[in-house]
């Protein structure tokens, strides 16, 4: 009798990360649960007709998304991020928190979220296991978030609220940085995340879809960081990077800590929380981050892709529906990570993908 004794009997224990040909230890598995939005970001999406979203038939179960996140684990996988599209349009997603939370090794696991429809989810999100939200939120002027959206900010701002309410901390708030759209806002943003006691972050455009008007939008952090507003706001000779984060932080002064919080006591008594007190940046087209990448990217139809900037993608939903073992699965999520790319293949002259960021999910 053979004595190999199959992978779903082993202990359920994580195993030590594998790593890639560049010595990155893979870590961070991130899932986009469906690719439809509720939203309809001019940046985010192609432009009506070019737009299919995955048919019902091939999106992946949650059923066989647990299997993935099982098998990730075995290599090291322990941080898991739903992304999408967005993950709260689809039915069932509270269920599959709740799934994925109690998969053993998983110790860190995240939302991505447009929070339109947090106010709602929130509270039942937290209870079912979820640890952390991260936002989107590109502008707090109610017009400029609905042309750039087609959505409307008080929705995202109750939905900010509720997660406060059901005890997410920290909230982190990403805004996407866009030439002549919402870069005079930077400064009042940061005012704002203050105030509210969340972790702002600011990030670069990418050149995600062909005719996104990528070159005269892209508003480089570099521009950002020289500006008299925000070097008032923060200390940005001092900046740091935790870990495998795509951020680096710089603290915001002491001044400004100190007078939003007193603002926001004014304003709200009941609520004397500690300021973060940081805000990130993200720089995918000038700084990247590619050194400390521990990212793998699932996406709704099964497809993973070991880096965000190339089209390269891996086939798992066939290996999930073909009767194919878990030892199959475990071989193909190896294979990604051993084609994961040195660095990014963003270029300043790059005019898109094969996928928008509402297909891979950010
Ligand atoms: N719906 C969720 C949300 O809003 O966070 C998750 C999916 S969304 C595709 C993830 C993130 O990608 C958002 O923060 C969005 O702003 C960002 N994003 C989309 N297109 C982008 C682009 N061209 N450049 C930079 N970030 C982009």
Redesign the pocket.
């Known amino acids: 009798m053979s004595n190999i004794i199959p992978i779903h009997f082993l202990p359920q224990q994580a195993m030590p990360p594998i790593a890639d040909g560049f010595g990155r230890k893979i870590g961070y598995l991130r899932i ?1 649960v469906v690719d439809r ?1 509720n ?1 309809r ?1 001019t ?2 999406r192609p432009n009506g007709d070019d737009f299919h979203a995955v048919e019902r038939e091939q999106l992946l179960t949650f059923e066989e998304i647990e299997r993935v996140v099982r098998m990730a684990t075995q290599l090291g996988v322990e941080k898991i991020r739903l ?5 709260l349009v689809r039915k069932g997603l509270v269920d599959a928190i709740a799934r994925i939370a109690a998969v053993p090794g998983i110790r860190d696991l995240a939302l ?3 929070a339109v429809l947090l106010d709602k989810f929130a509270r039942p999100l937290r209870e079912a296991g979820l640890h952390r939200v ?3 939120l ?1 502008s707090l002027n109610p017009q400029i978030f609905e042309q750039l959206t087609g959505g409307r900010l008080s929705e995202v701002l109750a939905g900010i609220h509720a997660a406060q309410d059901a005890g997410f901390t920290p909230i982190r708030i ?1 805004a ?1 940085l866009m030439r002549g759209i919402n870069d005079h806002e930077a400064a009042s943003l940061i005012d704002w995340s203050i105030r509210e006691q969340l972790e702002l972050r600011f ?7 062909e005719g ?1 008007d ?1 070159q005269r939008q892209y508003y480089p952090i570099s521009e950002l960081l020289a500006r008299a507003d925000i070097i008032d706001r923060l200390e940005i000779n001092t900046s740091e990077r935790q870990g495998s984060s795509a951020a680096r932080y710089m603290p915001v002064r002491a001044k400004h800590q100190q007078s939003s919080h007193e603002q926001s006591l004014r304003e709200n008594e009941s609520a004397p929380r500690r300021p973060p007190g940081k805000v990130g940046f993200i720089e ?1 087209m000038s700084n990247h981050f590619c050194e400390s990448c521990n990212r793998l990217r699932l996406m709704s139809d099964g497809k993973l892709r070991p880096c965000l900037s190339a089209d390269h993608e891996i086939d798992l939903r066939a290996t999930l529906r073909d009767g194919s073992s878990d030892e199959d699965l475990l071989g193909l999520i190896r294979l990604a990570t051993t084609q994961k790319q040195e660095a990014s293949t963003y270029t300043f002259e790059s005019t898109g993908r094969q996928r ?3 297909s ?3």
């Open positions: 986009s939005c939203l970001c940046y985010c992304t999408g599209g967005e993950p991505s979220t447009n991260n936002i989107s590109d990403n996407v990030i670069e455009l990418m050149p995600m879809r996104m990528w995918p928008s960021m509402i891979i999910g950010g």
